[in-house]
């Protein structure tokens, strides 16, 4: 058998709206990661001191789980198709309250809107389950983080020479423009979806007021006849969620206050992280199909811990390998929870079980935005990542103990 039959073989599961949605993130991906090395930096240079930061991610992390559940609940009821499209439109002209911001305010309230949008999360993720065959959803979800890492890492590039190039904040309008321009395209592309939901009725945005307290009843019922695994399995996700983000919100700043990386070398440390994904995402695909779910949870717990650890006391270098090692727990992680949720939970209740576990996960991102960004003015600027690194081991023993995987993998 040739190479070409061996990668057909491979890869034939990428069809219909998998492969559309594919696409549709290599375009978004091409200048997603773009805005991330300098975002902190073009707060701070908007006057966005203190706080700001914290507030920002706080009101990011709470639109997202005001829509939360009547996402998923109408990703459920009346079908995924047209919530993707029409929000990922939204999401791109939503960038353009970042590009022309002319102080911190404004990056507030397009992280608002833009959040609001987001309300389509949950009929993507479910729509990506519906598409894939139970064999292959470790490998589906790792090929997601594949296109992302692979799409994502000529972004830290340009950043930095548009940086160099033009200084902080021109170069961040610029990307924003950028993002602007790509997710529009994306949005224009996934207009070709099919509906995955047959027996959806038919839509209208007035039912998102109607149908939300029906949606909050009903995304709460589900975890009654979910199975207990995958209730630990979500406290698992909100644990590491909430950790991350007390991190994630300051450590462009830490790096550059506390440990004395340039402002100008940030941007660096994002190639081995983008670079990880890349090599090891279709291995870690594998070893999730082949091995099971649990072992790689495990092991991507242990290599956060790991990596939290190296971050908090690293130099150029060490950060480089810490934001490697982030890359490679992000993976395990990642793609073992998908594969193990959708072996729990049945189709027709993975829109709501989505849309709960992003309410209580955005929640607590944005109380950990707030709380590592007010830990790190505190005296001791190393406290968030003690944090994180603290809520690394209740996750690991509910990972050891508490989640089982089931004998037999639920259906597509």
């Not at 009547?70 to 009346?78: C, I, R």
């Not at 007021?209 to 909050?216: G, Q």
């Not at 019922?221 to 994630?248: D, E, Y």
Request: hydrophobic residues 55%; positive net charge.
């Amino acid at each position: 058998m040739g190479l070409w039959d061996v990668l057909r073989r491979e890869f034939s599961f990428i069809t219909g709206n998998y492969r559309i949605l594919v696409v549709s993130w290599m375009i978004m991906d091409l200048a997603m990661e773009m805005p991330a090395p300098n975002f902190q930096y073009y707060v701070e240079a908007l006057g966005g001191t203190g706080v700001a930061l914290g507030l920002i991610g706080l009101a990011n992390f709470l639109a997202m789980a005001a829509v939360a559940f009547p996402g998923g609940y109408l990703a459920d009821k009346y079908g995924r198709r047209w919530l993707i499209t029409t929000m990922t439109f939204g999401i791109a002209l939503s960038y353009l309250f970042f590009a022309f911001a002319p102080t911190w305010h404004f990056i507030l309230l397009g992280s608002i809107v833009s959040s609001l949008c987001l309300i389509y999360q949950p009929a993507l993720f479910a729509m990506v389950q519906d598409s894939l065959p139970p064999e292959r959803r470790g490998m589906g979800s790792s090929i997601i983080q594949l296109i992302h890492g692979t799409f994502n890492t000529p972004g830290p590039i340009i950043a930095g020479f548009l940086l160099l190039q033009f200084g902080l904040v021109m170069s961040m309008r610029i990307v924003y423009l950028t993002v602007t321009a790509l997710f529009l395209i994306a949005a224009v592309w996934r207009l070709r979806l099919k509906e995955t939901i047959t027996n959806g009725e038919p839509t209208r945005f007035r039912y998102f007021i109607s149908s939300y307290p029906k949606a909050i009843k009903e995304s709460f019922n589900v975890w009654k006849v979910v199975p207990r695994s995958m209730l630990w399995l979500f406290a698992v996700q909100t644990l590491v969620r909430f950790g991350l983000s007390i991190t994630n919100v300051i450590n462009a700043l830490y790096a550059r206050d506390v440990l004395g990386i340039p402002e100008e070398q940030w941007w660096l440390v994002f190639i081995p992280l983008l670079l990880t994904m890349i090599v090891a995402s279709i291995p870690i695909g594998k070893m999730v199909d082949k091995v099971g779910r649990k072992i790689p949870l495990v092991l991507g717990l242990f290599v956060l811990g790991a990596a939290t650890l190296i971050f908090v006391n690293g130099t150029l270098l060490t950060l480089m390998i810490a934001m490697a090692m982030f890359g490679f727990a992000h993976m395990l992680i990642m793609s073992s929870a998908t594969a193990l949720s959708a072996d729990l939970v049945h189709p027709v209740n993975r829109g709501k079980v989505v849309g709960f576990r992003n309410f209580v996960g955005y929640i607590a991102m944005g109380l950990g935005m707030l709380l590592g960004n007010y830990l790190y003015v505190s005296p001791v600027p190393q406290s968030p990542f003690y944090v994180t690194l603290g809520l690394v081991i209740p996750a690991f023993i509910i990972v050891l103990f508490l989640i089982h995987e089931p004998e037999k993998r639920v259906g597509a």
